[in-house]
Structures are given as C-alpha cells and as structure tokens.
C-alpha cells in the first residue's frame, strides 16, 4: 500500500521559463507532488518543469481563472494543495514551517500573505492569502477572474505564519481585460459583495477613488461579517473615504469596522491618523496606543491587520513631535527604526531629536552599529546627519575609520575637506582639496564650497580667482556663476541688494551658505545675503528652518522678518516653533516677543510653558536688585521663629498623639507611624488634624491644624488644610476663628487678633483673592517678626495681581539673608506649579508641561532659584 | 412642624411645673435639635440648676458647651458627668479631645488613659 502524498504544489503557467526553476528549486524538498497545467507556453517552461518531475497537463485557455484552478484540483492527490505562481518562492526558513501546519488537525486552511517585490504595488485582498487548504472536493474556485472559494464552504482557516516572496508582477490579463470580464461576473452575479469588493480594490489600485467608492460602500451593504474579505474592506472603504477628504464618513466607517472586528488594529490605526488630521491629537493617541496594546498580545483571528507595527510607532512620533512631546517622539521614532532598517527617514528623525534633546549619544551608537556592520548606505546616512549637526570631528573620524570600504578617495578627500575648512583648519583642508583631481566630477562642487570658505575667512583675493576659475569651468550651469557672482559682490559691497527669484537648486545653496555663516559665527555676512531668500514665496518650512537658525542667535529682528513671509495660517505653526527654540536657549524674553508676533493665538501647551519661564524671568530679573548683606543693615530677625518651628512637643502632647493614634488605629481611623521622637510641634499637630479630618471631626482638625500652622506659619500643607476646610463651611468657621476659643501657642503670634488677621489673609490668597488677602495681612504690620512672615505673602499678592513694580522696589531694600526672599520664591514656586497643574489637565499628553513642572521643582527645592 | 408642636407642649406644660429640671432639659433639647443655640443654652443652664445630679441634664448642657466652643465650661460638666458614669468611653473620648482643643495636653493624655484601662477593662470582662 503506498502512502497518500501530504503536499500537492498547484500550479498554472504560460511562459515562465525566467522564473520557473527557481519557484520548482525552491518547494522541491517541501511537495510531494507538482500538478501543472499548462496554457499554452512557447518557450521552455514545459521542459523545465518535466525535467523537474512535474506533473504536466495541456489545458486551453477560457479566460477562466476557477476553471483551470479546479482542474488542478481534480488531479492533486496530495492531502494538501498549495497553490503558487511561477514567479513565488518562499523564504527558506519559513519554509520549515509547513510540515508542521499541515498536522494541525483543526486547520481547514492557511492564510500565506504576499510580499511583492515589483514596482507596482498593489493592494490585495486576503482572499487572495488563501494558498493552502486541505484537498475536499467540496473546496472549488468560484468566478472566472479573482477567483475564490466561498468561505461558507471553508471554516478553520488560520494564519500560517508564511510569507510568499512575489519577484514580479505577472498576470495573464491586462486591466482591461480583467475589468471585462470582472464587469460579466458581476452582471451573472448581481449584488454579489465579493465581485463588489473586488472591482472597488481594482479601481482604488488605479487611483480611482470616487467609483471605487461606489462599488465598495455597495459590497459594504451585502456582506457577511463572516467573510474573510470584511475587515479588509472595512479598512479599504474608510481609506478610500480619507483619500477623498470625507473624513466624517470615513470615521463612520472605522468606528463600524472596530465595533465589529475589535481585533483588526488597522482601524485603530486609520482612526488615530483621522484623529491626527483633525488635531484630535490626544484621541490619536490614545488609539494608536491601544492598538499597540493589542498587537503585543496577538490574537489568532484572521485576518490579520496589514499595517506595520512601525508604522504605528512612527506615526505616534509624528504626533508627540507635533504636540512638542520631543524626547517620547524620539524613543518612538527609536522603537520603529529597530523595527524597520530601511526606512531612512527614520534615521534622519532620530538624528533630528537627539540633537534637540541633546542625546548625541544615541546616533553614535547607531554609527558604531553600523561600523561593525560595514552598512555603508547606513553610515552615509548617519555622516550626513552629523554634518547636518556641525559634528566634523566625528565625520572626520568615521571617514578614517571606515575609509578604507568607502573605495572612492576623492569622495573622502571632498568631505575631509568641507570638514576642515569648517572647522578653521585652513591648511589641512587644503591639502584635502588638493587631492582632488580637476577633471572629476565631484571637483565643481568642492571648487564652490572653496569659493565659500573664503567668503568666511575673509580671503577675497583668492575668492576673486576662485570665482574666475567658476567661470571658466562650462560644466557650471550659468545661473550657479551668477548666484556665486553675487554673493561674492554682496559680500565685497558691490552690491547691496537683488531682487532676483532664486530657482531652487539656488535657494537650498543660499540656505546652507546662511547655515554654515551663522555656525561660524558670521551673522552679518548672513544677513547680506538673507534678502534673497526672502523674494518667492517659500513653504513655511524653510521660513521656520531658517528663523531656528536666528532664534540661536537670539535675533528677534530677523525672526520678525522672516514670520512675515510665512502666510497667515501657518504663522501660529511659526511662532511655536520659534517660541520653543528660543526657550531651549533660555532665550527668554525674544520668545516672548514673538509671541506677541501677529493673532494672539493660543500657542497650547506651550503657553503654560512661556507664562512659567516669563514669570521666573521676571521674577530672577526682581531678586537681582536685594542686596548684598554689607550693603544694608539686617531688616529682620527672623532667625528666632524659624528656630521655634523645629521645637519637639512636650511629653503630654507625644502621649497624647500617640494615644490618639493607636485609638485611631485600632478604629482603623488614621494611619500614623508610632515613632514620632524627631517629629516636630508643627509636624504632631499636623497629624492630630489628619486623625480628626479622617474621624469628621471638622472643628478639631481645624484647630490642630491652627496649632500647627503658630509653629510653622509658612507651610504650604497646613494652609491648603485649613483652606479646605474653612471653604468647606465659610459661616461656621469665620465665627469660630472669631470665638477664640482655641488657644495661641508658638513664639510667632501673640494676640489671636493678629493670627486671625494673618489665617484670613491665607485663605484669600489661596483663594487667588489677592486685593482681600493684601488687607489681612497689611493689618498685621506693627511687630517686626510677624511683617516678616507676612511679607513673602504681601508681595506675592502685589506680584500676582500685577504690581511687580511695588515688589521690584520694596525687595530692592531688603537683605539677602532676609529669609523673605527664599520665602516669596517658594510662594511664586507653588503659585507656578498650580498654573502648570491646570496646563497639564488640559493638555494631558504635554510632556513639555511635564518637563517645566520639573525643572521648576528642582530649581526651588536645590535652594539654586536664583540667589 | 412635629418639633414645634412638641416644644409648645412642653412649654405649656412648664407653665404648670416652672421647677421641673425635666421639662428645662426636653426643652433645651428640642431647641438644639431646631438649632435655637442660644435659647437651648438657657434652658440646659437652668435645668441644670435645678438639678446638677441629673446625668440627662449634664450630657446634654456639656454637649452644647462644647458644640458652642465653650470648652472649658464643658470639660467640667462632663468631668461631673463622668463621677457618675465613669465607663462612658464616649465621652472620656470627647473630653480627652477637648482638653486638647484648650491646650491642655497634660488632661487630654490623662482622659486619653483613662480611655485606655477602660478599653483593657472591657476585653478583660
């Protein structure tokens, strides 16, 4: 008894002699069996595949895909059948796989997806994945062209995991034809969605989206959700809908898609880039980030979604570089390029943000990647970022390092010396140019950038015989002399100025000349030639790209000039750019100029950021003028209360914490540490007012926290508790202070008029009630020790409701031992942090707000403010 | 409504008996519950003239002393309060807490002892 083959190898040819053996090499070891039938083929291909042990079979073409698909079917023996073109073949090691697929016994059928490797890419169905699938003779092709077995027929498909390598387009119809007979099967089979579905594919893959629409919204309303082609069309409906801007009815569709095939991540995915079109950003996100979510716990469903998970992490990046979130959109942009070589753009990305992050660490660990690698193409990419960068040493020593596989030693001797001539090392770049033949092709450009390193050292002798070597070299393009011309004259004052239209090889020319002056410092020669820059109507990006090269110098004139050329609706673009260029430069108060710069427009997230370095600014502008201890004598003595509010309780009051607290305890009532010997009084009244408050007890926990707010009058903690609680019931509380009932205790207050005076003017201020809380604490004046308490405050509510002058002058007097100074800061710290607070609820994804917060909480608390 | 209906009962009634501490104290109750702070005042203060020995009356004067932050005055009718019961651990608690409120760390802990035997006292029983 012999045994009943596992593999049949499915195939349909005409003419494929150049691609055949490789395809018949390739599943030799893997069928046991090859069935061919045979169109008609003129030239080998019927020899090869005999030679090869195929099974070959003469059949007349009927333009009918099923009927010689199914043909093949009814000679196959194999348990299996796998269907392939000529022009297929699986990768090795996926290859290995399928012995192992075709024991599964709850399989029906394998999807293998197909990589194209031809120009025309093409968008194809999953039924098309459809290659392998058990031997039944109920299994049969249906429909002449884009054949397909009815998946009613087919249960217990599954993802096999395989890819199909497809080297080149091949197809026994034309368009035409295919659309033909497309158009009869469509008219045998009316309202059939699959037919539907397939003419709107054919139609998308010709860029014909408005009848494609058409076809697939009518495929759309046939279908059956257990098809295997209905996610896929899902996906191809609401692309098609994008494409044509008819964004509502394109979410309408994705939303549909995700309700019913929760696991197909492409609608994610479409969603978040609607999202992103529509500035929705943080609804981007959140979409791509769950679809990231899903993807790292596959499901088995089928099938499966097509787009890349580097396509996602780069669009995630796009997007956190659009809301100024730079450092995640770098480790995003860093994830997708793991994931994804040959996507260069990447590359230049990570070289981009790592630069603005200052993490040159991260492209220099790529380089030494690439090194061992010997990935040349990778090493151009990254030489040409650390040019970008001005990095020259490096380039120099990566060409060093690598110089030897790099084969052309002009091209090296070119770069060595644009490297040197940047970096001033005159002689040594020329001995690098010297190395360069006159007679090769890379010389006329050297030649120029020659000619510009003598604009930069002033060498205009040599500049003047450069330019008449220029013009005499006839491979030049005749408007490159007469740009060089002109900034040459430019330059020497020949001329100053020229109205001329630079075409666009000329403009980038003139923008990397600008570029390299301004790196050399040479921001006058720069401006000479920025004019001509500014005649045609550029993008906004080299407007922006060029106002960053200014926004380094903190030149505010030329950011005014060149924000002026960029056109109204990109100007708020423009200014936030700019804003966060200059910031990063501590630039302070030029950014706050541009943003005065045209509509006053809300800049976003970023406006929370400017207010915070505006407001520090101003307010390290402020403390410069306290003066230095000799200067004047000392204002306060503060030095005793400050002691006082370290004193340790007495040992009834510890006992009497320390009970309540295990009685707390046991009632689960508070949670209060039992070692309290470094605690302060302060500190223990401040955790009896926590047990109270847990226990309702409102009027007990106000008065502890009373207590504790005698001993140390500035905390922050117990103000914002007795605020909290007095704004909880304002009547009650107000007749309560006005009781006086409770106790003084402490070394600050000795009247409780004067403590009621100093809680009241608390509460307004941290009600933002300034004017009220100003008059509390004005009240409070006569003693020395309790002015200087309230004095950080006063000046907080003159600060804060726009009196800076009276600050600016009041503080000009004090000392600056003074602990009043440290204490206004710590106000205006707290009084930063809760903007940036609300900034942060309102823009929840802004990493830039994240980043201000902390730099302001490490600027208080390192005591390194200002002073 | 049914307060008011109540306390003009009573109010009729003390018309009858003026030396009933009963009456003073239901009344002065019946106030505090209608938040007549000020009247509730009065009528415990008078109950509690007329009868110091009433454990009702001292409760309910010291409970609204103390609500009307008239501590001091209320830590020494609860301290009477306590002769009488002195396993209330509720109000041990409460005058622990209020000597507390007065500063007086030295009672409060005292109170808070206090609280403590009787806590052990009760396990052991």
Known sequence: MTEKKQLSLCMVTKNDEKHLPACLENMDEVADEVIMIDLGSTDQTVDIAEKAGAKVYQRKWNEDNSEVKNACLDLAQGRWVLFLQANETIAEEQLKKLPLLLKNPNAEGYLLYIDQYSKKNKILSPVHSLRLFRNRKEYRYQYRIFERIPEEHLNNIKDAGIRIIQHTDQSLLNNNKKNKLLKDEMAKYPGDSYLHYMYGMELLNERRYEESVHFLESARKNVKNNYLFAPHLYKCLSWNLFSLKRYKEAFTILERGLKLFPAYTDFLVLRGDLYKQDKQYENAIRDLEQCLEIKRNPSVSIPKPEIHISVVLETLAEIHELIDNEQIALTYYQQAYELNHTNQKLLYKIGELAKLADKNEIVENIMKSAVEENNLEKIMILMDIYLQHHKYTQVIFYLDEIGSFLGNKEQVASIKFFCYMMMGKVKEAEVHFSMINKKSPIYEHVLLQRLESCWFYDDWEKAEQLLQEVNQRESINQHIKNLYHLLHNLFTGKVSGDSRKLQKQEYEMVSILIENLLWKEQEEKAKLVLPLLLQGQLGKEPYMKLAQLWAEKNDFDTIQILFKCVKHEHQLEFKQKIIQHLLRNNFISTANRVNKLGDSKSLGALDYVLWSRCFMYRLEKCIEKVQEPESVTEVHNTLSWKEKEKEKPNKALLAFYQNLSMKSRNSNEGIIECDVTDKTCAEIHSDIGEVFEKRREHKAAFTAYLRSLQWDPQNQHTQNKISNIFGNNQMDFSAFLEEKSWPLEGAVFREKEEYIHYVFGLIYFNKQQYEKAHAFFMEIQDSEMLSSIAQPYIFGCLWFSGNEEEVKKQISELNRDSHVVPAFLSICKDYILDKLAEGSQKHKNSELIKEEQEKVRKMVSARTFFI | ?125
């Open chain 2, 1 to 125: 409504m049914y307060h008011i209906e109540v306390l003009q009962r009573k109010l009729d009634q003390l018309m009858k008996e003026p030396d009933n501490p009963d009456l003073y104290n239901d009344i002065g109750v019946l106030l505090y519950q209608l938040k007549d702070w000020h009247n509730a005042e009065m009528y415990l203060q008078k109950a509690y003239q007329l009868d110091s020995s009433n454990k009702d009356v001292l409760y309910n004067y010291a409970q609204l002393l103390n609500e009307q932050y008239q501590w001091e005055k209320s830590i020494s009718i609860y301290t009477a309060y306590l002769d009488m019961e002195p396993n209330d651990i509720e109000v041990i608690q409460k005058v622990g807490n209020t000597c507390y409120l007065i500063g007086d760390y030295q009672k409060a802990q005292k109170f808070y002892e206090q609280l403590k035997v009787n806590g052990e006292e009760n396990l052991d029983r």
